[in-house]
């Protein structure tokens, strides 16, 4: 199963339940994958081999069939050599078998356009035969297609129409994918009402591991809705009936929500107790994947508790494994929090180091899913014309048969020479025009989140300020109390107090300029490079108007973070004019420093 971020309650709040979606739908949707292939083959199997007058299709399909787990490369050709020879030989039921059995294999190797094409081959067979079982499990089988390439809308479509050949059927497989492509839109109501359908099928039927599937999916469903203890008596069933059914991946998933759910009810301790539980299984199991992701949830919890030591531990060795797996999420959230740490610990050389990282992170995890966006597209444009040129295609063959005389013949062959002519031509021009838009709008976007991400800096950089001008306002006010309390003092009293009041001004004002020009690079970082390039005789004082200039401050906010009255600010800016040659210009300066981008 695919998922989504969900509504977030704080940052925080959507890394934890974003963690724990992508973890336990993946590995709910990977089983009730695995069924649709193979439900229904067994039998198909055994049809073949007995309707076949050719020991050598059968023997192929047999072969592609034992191999289809261990080797499907392998597989693939002995199905297709198999295909070519029913064709032949006109074995309706040999091309049946294979074309599904093809689906499954290309549809395991992450080949789903040709996925998608043997499954239409099935059907195009089938459908003459009214074999509504095959038929239906190739629905469910494209539905699960283009789910996994996130094309909701479609896979609903085709979860329908399988819903529609499963009559005299048990129809927990379409209810199942129904309600996940509900649940994925977030429309949460429609995703239980169809995972308690299931839920109702697999109980009649004494599915014990369909109905721990099923408990788990009502779970998430009751988590997102925010009904926290109706979610939790689901998953409590959940993690009670894992270990009798051997599965300690769900147990571990069902720990990890428990958690969540714990963490999201402020209860800290409780949820470190269950994702604690969940690591130590992990570490037994010695997955990685899902090490990582409870090494994550541990550290996020133990970070909102100020426990910053213990936390640091756990999202140091998060971090390292999701470097070493190239989880680009992981990375981002984990190095996020580490750079917190270090900060608060006075450590900016690892702080820094990691707020690079979190930066190149997020920048990856950003670029692949517009990348995925794209090939999203691409997949839906290139299925929709080959299943387009599969019908003319059938129409064709379905001419050249009629036909009776040459001359007739002749004549339909010319119009199917033009009109494939006119479709290839028509064809190249609409996908032209799809890839230039698609080129546009992946260039839009980008440019879109590069101005999102610079306002998001500029934000930062003006909050960094706020806080710099409340600092001196606050050094101000006590240098004044001290300086009343200083006619109490006598003369040696008031030159030590003087002494401390000057060198607080001083340490404090260092200290938040460099503070300042620290946020500041992070943004312009080539602002001050460009402009030492064609002005280089500005001093340090010019160079700090020239950035706060730069950041479109007023008059008010430089005289409170430089210590200056309006007028030395107004003196400054007239004699900066003057340096920058801009004396006799129009401009502005925070228009002229609008170049230095």
């Avoid at 992508?22 to 709910?28: A, G, H, N, P």
């Avoid at 597989?75 to 006109?90: F, H, N, R, T």
């Avoid at 706020?466 to 001196?472: D, G, R």
């Avoid at 401050?553 to 003057?578: G, Y």
Wanted: hydrophobic share 40%.
């Amino acid at each position: 199963m695919i998922t989504r971020k969900p509504y977030p309650k704080s940052q925080k709040t959507n890394f934890n339940i974003s963690i724990m979606l992508i973890f336990t739908l993946l590995l709910l949707f990977s089983p009730a994958m695995g069924s649709y292939g193979q439900s229904g083959l067994d039998s198909l199997h055994r049809v073949m081999k007995k309707t076949s007058k050719i020991p050598m299709i059968s023997a192929l399909s047999s072969n592609a069939y034992e191999r289809r787990s261990d080797n499907p490369e392998e597989a693939i050709k002995l199905s297709v050599e198999a295909i070519e020879m029913s064709k032949k030989a006109e074995f309706i039921e040999g091309l049946i078998f294979n074309y599904r059995l093809l689906g499954n294999l290309y549809f395991q190797v992450y080949n789903y356009e040709e996925a998608i094409n043997s499954y239409d081959q099935c059907i195009e067979y089938s459908l003459p035969r009214n074999d509504s079982v095959t038929i239906r499990e190739c629905y469910l089988n494209k539905g699960a297609v283009y789910f996994a390439q996130g094309l909701n809308s479609k896979a609903l479509d085709y979860f329908l129409l399988a819903l529609k050949y499963s009559e005299n059927l048990d129809k927990e497989k379409e209810y199942n994918n129904i309600g996940t492509v509900f649940f994925n839109e977030e429309e949460y109501d429609e995703a239980y009402n169809y995972y308690n359908k299931a839920l109702d099928i697999l109980k009649a039927k004494g599915d014990q591991y369909g109905i721990l599937v099923a408990h788990n999916n009502i779970g998430d469903v009751f988590k997102m809705m925010g009904k926290y203890d109706v979610a939790l008596l689901y998953y409590n069933k959940v993690l009670s009936a894992s270990d009798s059914l051997n599965n300690p991946e769900m147990e571990i998933i069902c720990l990890n929500n428990i958690g969540v759910i714990k963490e999201m009810m402020h209860d800290g301790d409780s949820a470190i107790y269950y994702y604690s539980k969940g690591l130590r299984k992990a570490g037994l199991l010695n997955d990685k994947m899902l090490i990582t992701r409870s090494l994550s949830l541990i550290g996020n919890v133990l970070f909102e508790q100020g426990l910053y030591v213990k936390a640091k531990s756990y999202l140091e060795r998060a971090f390292n494994l999701s470097e070493e797996l190239v989880v680009y999420e992981d990375m981002s959230n984990t190095s996020e929090l580490l750079q917190l740490i270090y900060e608060k610990e006075g450590n900016y050389r690892e702080a820094y180091r990691y707020a690079n990282i979190h930066k190149l992170a997020s920048d990856s995890l950003t670029a692949n899913q517009a990348k995925e966006q794209v090939l999203k597209l691409m997949f839906d444009h290139k299925i929709n014309l080959q299943e387009l040129e599969r019908r003319q295609l059938l129409d064709t063959e379905k001419h050249e048969k009629r036909r009776s005389i040459f001359n007739l013949y002749s004549v339909i062959l010319l119009l199917i020479i033009i009109m494939l002519i006119g479709a290839l031509f028509l064809f190249r021009t609409i996908q032209q025009r799809r890839i230039d838009r698609i080129k546009k709008e992946k260039a839009d976007l980008q440019v879109i989140n590069v101005e999102k991400d610079i306002e998001l800096r500029n934000r930062e950089i003006v909050e960094k300020v706020l806080n710099i001008t409340e600092k001196n306002e606050l050094i101000d006010g006590t240098v004044k109390l001290l300086d009343g309390f200083s006619s109490t003092l006598s003369q040696k009293q008031k030159a030590e107090l003087e002494v401390i009041t000057r060198d607080l001004r001083m340490r404090g004002t260092k200290n938040q300029w460099e503070e300042f020009f620290w946020y500041f690079s992070q943004v312009y970082s080539q602002f001050y490079e460009k402009l030492e390039k064609e002005f280089p005789n500005l001093t340090l004082n010019e160079k700090r108007l020239c950035a706060l200039l730069k950041m479109n401050m007023t008059t008010k906010d430089m005289a409170a973070i430089t210590n200056l009255n309006f007028k030395s600010i107004e003196v400054a800016r007239t004699r900066l004019r003057k340096k920058l040659n801009l004396t006799n210009s129009n401009l502005t300066l925070q228009e002229f420093f609008s170049q230095f981008n």
